[in-house]
């Protein structure tokens, strides 16, 4: 009922740049907070950047590359990533914490997109 889909993915030499897009589609009544982590082989999720309460959260790492920004009219998100590294290259996940209805029933959810591949190489 409720799907995440992204886009923007791919191979970049280092210094280069991508744009992800995440949007989020549905019976959607609120969104309560919107961003994107990624995983590298073998490791856990970390966040990358996220709308949260009105805040806005970087990784340390990405701070002052990457920036996140939304269109909340589109309910989608994105991540305008440059100077990107070897280092950054990862599966990127879009992630909401949202409301929505089903009928007459109202619902709190955590979503995960399906992932998107971010190779950073020569």
């Known amino acids: 009922q409720v799907q995440l889909v992204e886009s923007g993915g791919g191979l970049v030499q280092p210094g280069g740049s991508l744009r992800l897009s995440c949007a989020a589609s549905?019976?959607?009544?609120?969104?309560?907070?919107m961003g994107w982590s990624r995983q590298f082989p073998g490791k856990q999720r970390e966040l990358v950047a996220a709308?949260?309460?009105?805040?806005?959260t970087y990784a340390d790492s990405v701070k002052g590359r990457f920036t996140i920004s939304r269109d909340n009219a589109k309910n989608t998100v994105y991540l305008q990533m440059n100077s990107l590294k070897p280092e950054d290259t990862a599966v990127y996940y879009c992630?909401?914490?949202?409301?929505?209805?089903?009928?007459?029933?109202?619902?709190?959810?955590?979503?995960w997109g399906q992932g998107t591949q971010v190779t950073v190489s020569s």
């Open positions: 992630n909401a914490d949202l409301g929505y209805y089903s009928g007459s029933y109202f619902y709190r959810k955590d979503y």
């Open positions: 549905g019976s959607i009544f609120s969104i309560y907070a």
């Open positions: 709308f949260t309460s009105g805040t806005t």
